[in-house]
């Protein structure tokens, strides 16, 4: 028994196609890094705008722990990434098919192969530690004078429950924007009234997924800055699940107070004869059924919307909070969000036709006026 | 002879549309399974196309929400269970045989009902598209989204019972090639002399008899809930728990990675040593990694659930086992280097692809590291930084490594080369357009744009990049025409392969390309581990016919295609019976009846059928 091994310059049995010529590997291997710089240098201008919902301008005590171990991964990764693609280029450089060169007949060396099992199990003990200590901190109790806060997701926007702060010492309910007081910690509960959705404000707190028939504990955090911060749904629910945003608005303590305070005051009845009144009027006959203003209705099946003219943004974060943008939504939601014909869906009220309309025209335009005009005192 | 009791009479032509459909030749399911499978990508390749399209501008109309939540689900399921296992499958019975030694694999009936299920099943599933909808609940179907509270149409249905299907075929395919590799392994073919891509075969098969039956079972009681309405899902009622669903189905889920993965692995251990004309460096080395990568496979599935609240024990316990399983698979990558290391490397079109194999296989292991420490994690999940590491993972590697698989064995296959001008121009477009597809996704994951959204608005500020992406994709698909465009062209004027157009070291280029019906005429007798390099007489060419003529092999049979019809209506029945009981309780009954039929037609079908013309033949 003979060995043949054929080299690859001796393979008699190979089909003869073109060879790449190692100033054609260099070249194109050049080609490649300038491509890559590229791509690298436009990302950069991309990433540069102002993205609400980034991952990496933390504001909060908890959102800053988990950026400090993220650096610490990608800057490991991208090491080991690096050095690994540029030890393979070296090797398909050195040992590229050439006349006068035959391969190696090497099988093994358990030496080596020992080492680069053992330095991959450093590197990962490396992340695999400030990992456990972060889980092992998520377990701790919150603070004693922690804002507690039970946060609902339905399809498809979010309800807000204060525990404790409502009229009676209820719960103070609240849908679609957050508001809490910088520096101090919020506790949040989270759950599901139908489906499962995911709650996550990516500058603030990291995502914790809302399980109907679960009682989940977000991660506790400080916002450590005065601003409104993006949210959004992180977890697949159904037909609508892109629109289901929110916003956190991080006040001062003074104006969280005060928000507090008027959400749980009566509201001052709209003037007799106002556009307003009529629009209460409306409200009361139609928006009632589902929707609750403190003071005015009960029902909890659509979002609280008890100082609604001061919330930036409806439909659940998507749309600005204007007058055109609210009468478009109030006379068919189902031009702007993809609802389902479910029992809690909200109806279509006005599409310009006498027989399925159930407002006119002019109804609308007056609940929108009245529904604007709830407003801080 | 055993009596023949069956209606259907044993089947001996090979030809034409009927030898197709009756075929039990594992060469022959291989190419129908390659060919299926690449039909299937092709059509989830349009449906990633759409998506992009709605997604290359902020606010687009392009498609409705219902219609995009359909086209990722339908992506996602079709990419895997209709695409790279299929095309996985395909790779497994061409060419384990072949490559050890045997002249097909074990059951050979079981062999071709485990394709007709798997077509069957993938085509019930897409049929939802004519009657109802695609299903549009994701591909991993979480409860309870996928109840019949919250699915209003039939859809979810057909993806149930589609999956289930398939799941049956897969299953026995599994059985069929661990007893196939374990048994009937030419003489001196020990399982240490085995090359790499069947050991990966066996490995994956073992994975799928331990990962489908937890599918199998979500599936059952998701099946139960909607047409029976029980109440394992559904949180309306007492009891119901819709985590675990989540539980089963990454049970199944994780280790389907590895199903995944690993005949691309297997490929590429077996593609690196024939170009850098060296032997693959820690042979030992590189099995048992994969064998415990699949181990370690079943224990890290509550990764993908670190954010529905585990607690810190289990959250903490998953991760580390996470990071545990980047040992073995980098140990791979390092082996795969010390294989070039000291080679001479032959840069042809297989190479390419098993070099693009490695590189963005390995990124897509690093951003897994990544999300397995689990405050990253947080930030991470759901976002489109996952969508693009599975896609380094599952793209870059699978895709790329069975692409490194068809280059490779096309010649094998059909006889005739590819063109390596056209293949490399296929690598390099293809390679340029993955990156820019999903290298930008890492960054809109990190700008917080979450996965599996329809649109998003102006002001989120990712239009840009995701603009760039879907230019990316196109190119993708440019890349795929060239693999056409190369295929058609070997067709109609590819150079004739010869035996080993590599000069490789396996048994299955010891024969001819294509190979005979039997494969071997004299089964070999196997020495080392590379067979056509360390014995000349080998390389040469395969040994003359021995006196008595070719060897039996088995005959064609209908019963698989038959056994599987009635299986697939049985659920077509089921769907049926939803709409109109009766006529549901008919076709159940009725096809029933078929399958069993089928079955103990199938039991009782004699080996050939008697005929004068065979008798003379063969005795």
Known sequence: MRNNRPTGAGNTNTVTTPTAHPQNLAATLRRLLYFALAAVALVAVFASCDTPLTTFEPRSDATQRVHTIYIFVIVAA????????????????????????????????TTLEITWTVIPILILVAIAIPTI???????????????????????WWFEFRYSGLGPDGEDLV????????????????????????????????????????????????????????????????????ALMRFRVHVDSHADFDRWV???NADPVPPEAGSVEARGATVFTNFCARCHTIYG??????????????????????????????????????????????????????????PLVDQLTEAQVDQVVAYLKSLKLR | MAANIGILKR??????????????????????????????????????????????????????????????TMHGTTMVFMVVMPAGAAFFNFLVPLMIGARDVAFPRLNALSYWLFIFGAILMNFS????????????????????????????????????????????????????????????????????????????????????????????????????????FDTAGAGADPLLWQHLFWIFGHPEVYI?????????????????????????????????????????????????????????????????????????????????????????????????????????????????????????????????????????????????????????????????????????????????????????????????????SVEQNWAGLNLFVSVGAFIIALSILLLIINIVRSARKGEAAGMNPWAAATLEWAIPSPPPHYNFAVIPTVRSQHPLWDEEANAVEPPPLPAHGEPHMPDPSYWPIVVAFGVTMVAGGLLIWQATTWVGLFVIAVSGFIGIRGIYGWVFEPVAEESAERVHAHH
């Open chain 1, 133 to 155: 200590v972060w889980i092992a901190g998520t377990t701790a109790e919150p603070d004693e004078d922690a804002l507690h806060i039970e946060a609902v997701g339905h399809q």
């Open chain 1, 78 to 109: 991208s090491i080991v990434g690096f050095l690994v693609l540029a030890a393979m280029a070296y090797i398909l450089w050195k040992y590229r098919e050439r006349p006068g060169h035959t391969a190696q007949q090497t099988h093994g060396n």
């Open chain 2, 260 to 456: 995944l993965i690993l005949p691309a692995m297997g490929i590429v251990s077996d593609v690196l040593p024939t170009f850098s004309r060296k032997p693959l460096f820690g042979y030992t080395t590189v099995v048992f990694a994969g064998a415990v990568i699949a181990f370690l496979g079943f224990g890290v599935w509550a990764h993908h659930m670190f954010t529905t609240g585990l607690g810190a024990w289990a959250t903490a316990a998953f991760a580390g086992a996470t990071m545990a399983i980047g040992v073995p698979t980098g140990v791979k990558v390092f082996n795969w280097l010390a294989t070039m290391w000291g080679g001479s490397l032959q840069f042809k079109t297989p190479m390419l692809f098993a070099l693009g194999f490695i590189s963005m296989f390995m990124l897509g292991g690093l951003s897994g590291v990544m999300h397995a420490a689990v405050p990253v994690d947080t930030q991470q999940q759901d976002t489109y930084f996952i969508v693009a590491h599975f896609h380094y993972v599952l793209f870059g590697g699978s895709i790329f490594g069975l692409t490194a698989g068809i280059y490779y064995w096309f010649p094998k296959m059909t006889g005739r080369m590819l063109s390596e001008r056209i293949g490399k121009l296929h690598f390099w477009v293809m390679f340029i357009g993955f990156n820019m597809t999903f290298m930008p996704m890492h960054i809109l994951g990190v700008l917080g744009m979450p996965r599996r959204v329809y649109t998003y």
């Open chain 1, 261 to 263: 305070e008027n959400m």
């Open chain 1, 296 to 353: 005015v209705s009960t029902e909890e099946i659509g979002p609280n919307l008890t100082l609604f003219g001061d919330r930036a943004t409806l439909g659940a974060g998507i749309l600005d909070s204007t007058d055109e943008n609210l009468k478009a939504w109030v006379s068919n939601i189902r031009d702007i969000k993809p609802v389902l014909d479910t029992t809690n869906a909200m109806p279509t009220f006005y599409v310009g036709d």
């Open chain 1, 174 to 241: 609240t849908a679609n924007e957050l508001r809490v007081p910088v520096g101090r910690q919020v506790a949040i509960t989270l759950e599901a009234k139908d489906v499962i959705h995911s709650f996550w404000v990516p500058q603030l707190v990291g995502k914790t997924d809302m399980v109907p028939g679960r009682t989940n504990i977000l991660e506790k955090f400080t916002p450590t800055e005065i601003g409104t911060f993006y949210g959004q749904c992180a977890e697949f629910c159904g037909s609508a699940h």
């Open chain 2, 11 to 72: 089947p001996v032509s090979t030809e034409g549309v009927w030898g197709w459909i009756t075929t039990v030749d594992h060469k022959r399911i291989g190419i129908l399974y390659g060919v299926s499978a690449f039909i299937f990508f092709l059509i989830g390749g349009i449906e990633a196309l759409l998506m992009r399209v709605q997604l290359a501008q902020p606010d687009s109309t392009f498609v409705d929400a219902g219609t995009f939540n359909a086209l990722f």
């Open chain 2, 129 to 232: 598209f004519f009657k109802a909808a695609f299903p549009d609940v994701g591909w991993f179907g979480y409860a309870p989204l996928t109840t019949s509270e919250y699915t209003l149409s039939s859809s979810t249905d057909y993806w149930v019972l589609g999956l289930q299907i398939m799941g049956i075929g897969t299953t026995a395919a599994g059985f069929n090639f661990v007893i196939t590799i374990l048994n009937m392994r030419a003489p001196g073919m020990t399982l240490m002399r085995m090359p790499l891509f069947p050991w990966m075969t066996l490995i994956v098969s073992f994975l799928i008899i331990f990962a489908f039956p937890p599918l199998t079972i979500a599936l059952t009681l998701l099946l139960f809930d909607r047409f029976f309405g029980t109440n394992f």
